[in-house]
Structure formats: C-alpha cells, structure tokens
C-alpha cells in the first residue's frame, strides 16, 4: 500500500494518537495491540499493515522524531558562523536554531510528552541525549573551539546537555508552557548564564 495514500496516513495518524491516549493512561509494558486498536476504532488488520507489533510502533514513532531533528541540525549547520567573536550574532544564530527545533518540538509536542514521561520509553530520553551530545561536538567543531579546562571536558558536556534536556523535558510537561520564541530566548540565555548567577542573595 502507498504510504502517501490519504486512508493510510489517516490510519497511521490514528495508531500514534491512541498511543499517546494509551500512554498517559498506562506503562508501555501495559499497552497492548487490542487496547491500540480499540482505542484508534481501527482493524486489528489495519494495524499490522502498519506494524508488526507495538515495540515496531514505538521504534518508528520514535526513528521518525530523531531523524526531523537531525535534519534540523543539518539544515542550520549551512549557515553556521565560523567564528565565536561575534557575541551579538552568535546569540541570534543560536535563538534561530532553538526557535527552529523547538517550532518541530512543540508540532509533536503531545508524542514527544507521552515519550518522555514516567510511562514513556527511557530510552528515547537517552537517544535525545546522545543527539544532543553530537550536535554539541559538531557545533565546537564548526566553530573551531574547543572546552576550557575550567572542568574536565565530559564533565562540561554532561553540564550542558543535561541542562538543555531538563529544560526541554521541563518546558514539553508544562501545562501551561511559554510560546515557542519565549522559551527558545531562556533556552538561549540559559547557556550564557552560569548556574551561581541564577542566584541571589538580595
């Protein structure tokens, strides 16, 4: 069957949305194919047409996210700045970057909370880290810099992608999240700011 035929997307779009039900409701370990199928009022035929199980579910759910953001990252790195002296512009390169993830993010934002939350897969969290990681090395490369030797240089790394994820984790379960231009702005400043200068004593 053609994968741009209006009925199979329709479908398609079907399964990932009772998946989403089905996870703020339960533990992956508990979805089952019957719940997915009664949930999306689809064929249990309908749906191995698809998939072959619900882990085939999940893979391609989350294959699919993975690869538009790194075709994200692909598409920003042709216009990358080769140079870290332009603070100013270094600042709104990176906001357009974010701005770009994030508009993709929050288009999926339902997958993406279901995948990350307690219920979800821990896996994908570990797959987003990993991505972030690359992209983090990429970037230094691109700009030819490298760590400082304030801190060991996986620790530096740990420090910064675990604080982007936790944003973003923090910003996709927020029930009342900023808009996407607001939090790509704290996102920005965020790794400008050092975590004691977050804190005040007055």
């Known amino acids: 069957m053609n ?16 998946f989403i039900h089905e996870l703020r409701r339960k ?57 870290l002296t332009d603070k100013s512009a270094l600042w709104q390169q990176n906001y357009f970057f974010l701005t770009n993830v994030l508009t993709l993010i929050d288009q999926e934002r339902p997958l993406f909370k279901a995948l990350l939350s ?9 797959q987003l880290w990993d991505l972030t ?7 230094i490369d691109l700009y030819h810099a490298h760590f400082t030797d304030q801190i060991p240089a996986k620790y530096a790394q740990v420090l910064i992608v ?19 231009k607001n939090f790509s702005r704290i996102l920005t400043n965020s790794q400008l700011v050092a975590p004691f200068n977050l804190i005040s004593n007055q």
Not at 167 to 175: G, L, S
């Open 162 to 180: 675990d604080g982007i994820i936790g944003m973003v984790k923090a910003w996709i379960a927020n029930p009342h999240p900023e808009s996407v």
């Open 118 to 126: 307690k219920r979800g897969d821990p896996q994908f969290t570990e």
């Open 3 to 18: 994968g741009n035929d209006l009925r199979w997307q329709r479908t398609h779009e079907q399964i990932k949305l009772a």
């Open 27 to 83: 533990n992956f370990n508990q979805v089952t194919v019957t719940s997915l199928i009664k949930t999306a009022k689809i064929s249990r035929r309908a749906f191995y047409l698809h998939y072959q199980d619900k882990f085939d579910l999940l893979k391609q759910l989350e294959q699919s996210l993975v690869k538009q953001l790194t075709t994200a990252f692909s598409v920003d790195h042709r216009h990358f700045l080769n140079s």
């Open 133 to 139: 990681a690359q992209e983090l090395d990429t970037r």
